[in-house]
């Protein structure tokens, strides 16, 4: 993989040339030690992957992940020795577009390991890309065909990737706290930024957001996140639980996984969303929902961060609607209201 390094600091530069070192099948093209002289470069020669500081002169990591994935879209993987401490720029700069935040690793132990393992899986998720045809029409799914069955409310469950943070606020800040519906949000992000991705969201929407536990059910006005790196998914008894297999599957957790399990047991109305991200995963799972007559929207290409995800699903004819960021919240709302005025 061709990979390019933005970090003011020599010695963080030199760490990650070593650990990269260890991966022969990994090249470094170019450093760059200000977000500014990164956009310029990628525009130059741009990378398979950027590891990207946060915190630079001149232009943070932030901001060049925003104006590269606008003018020289690639795949970044934020590596910081802030991210502890950098929670709020962290979520900026997935919302902006980068994929995933590691710490910047030391030259020897744990810290190295995980930093190549998250190289390998971003590998497998960016890959050869296909091109793919969006309808240019789609049509607008009335109502959930799915009746409320034994008390449950709706649920409204979302995935995302590579911008997610900032488009699952857009959405989410359109419901009340009273609202009628439960939010399931499966977002791809290592397992040790759950915890801030739930208070951050938290933040943005009146909505109470917590991490899921096993055996949690889901209440309307709350949203659940995975707290793990396992799969989280629906049972038959319609509760929430974490599932290993498929230990394969590189997307942890995966929104397949969590959208089929909803199209297989979920009794109540519901509706499945694909919102900006690289890859494919989802778009099986919204199909499934689809195919088991649930409403299933997909974020469009203008309003993406990333136009992976919801492509695939637009393709796979997964989704009753195409919608730009702003429109998929109302759409959602008008769903509700059309429940309960029937």
């Known amino acids: ?62 901001e060049a992940t925003r104006r590269i994935m606008a003018e020289s879209p690639c795949a970044i993987l934020v590596v910081t020795a802030t991210v ?26 744990a810290g190295a390991a995980v930093l190549l393992a998250k190289i390998t899986a971003l590998g497998r998720l960016i890959g050869p890309t296909r091109p793919v045809v969006v309808p240019t029409t789609s049509r607008f799914f009335p109502a959930t065909e799915r ?21 699952l606020a857009t959405v989410l800040k359109y419901f009340p706290a009273d609202t009628a519906a439960a939010f ?46 396992d799969h989280l998914v629906l049972n038959s008894r319609s509760t929430l639980g974490y599932r290993r297999e498929p230990a394969d599957y590189f997307y942890r957790p995966s929104v397949d996984e969590c959208f089929a399990s909803i199209a297989a047991y979920w009794k109540g109305p519901a509706v499945g969303v694909i919102l900006t991200g690289m890859g494919q995963d989802g778009a099986r799972g919204l199909r499934k929902m689809r195919d088991a007559r649930f409403a299933t929207f997909a974020q469009d290409g203008a309003t993406s961060a990333v136009f992976g995800m919801p492509k695939a699903a637009a393709e796979l004819g997964a989704a009753d609607a195409v919608l730009p960021l702003n429109q998929i919240g109302p759409a959602v709302q008008q769903l509700l209201s059309q429940s309960r005025s029937a």
């Open 84 to 109: 502890e401490g950098s929670t709020g720029r962290v979520f900026d700069a997935l919302g902006a577009g980068a994929l995933d935040a590691v710490n910047t690793p030391e030259l020897t132990g």
């Open 184 to 229: 399931l949000v499966i977002q791809h992000l290592d397992e040790s930024f759950a915890p801030g991705l739930a208070a951050w969201l938290g933040d943005q929407t009146p909505l109470q957001v917590r991490l899921a536990r096993e055996g949690d059910s889901l209440t309307p006005g709350t949203v659940l996140l995975p707290g793990k790196g």
């Open 1 to 62: 993989m061709r990979i390019a390094l933005v970090n003011d600091l020599g010695m963080a530069v030199e760490a990650l040339r070593r650990v990269l070192g260890r991966a022969p099948q990994h090249q470094v093209i170019w450093t760059a030690a200000d977000g500014a002289e990164a956009v310029r470069q990628c525009a130059l020669a741009r990378p398979d992957l950027i590891l990207m500081d946060l915190i630079m002169p001149i232009m943070d990591g932030v």
């Open 147 to 167: 009746s409320s069955s034994g008390g449950l409310p709706w649920l409204v469950a979302l995935g995302a990737s590579a911008g997610g943070p900032s488009a």
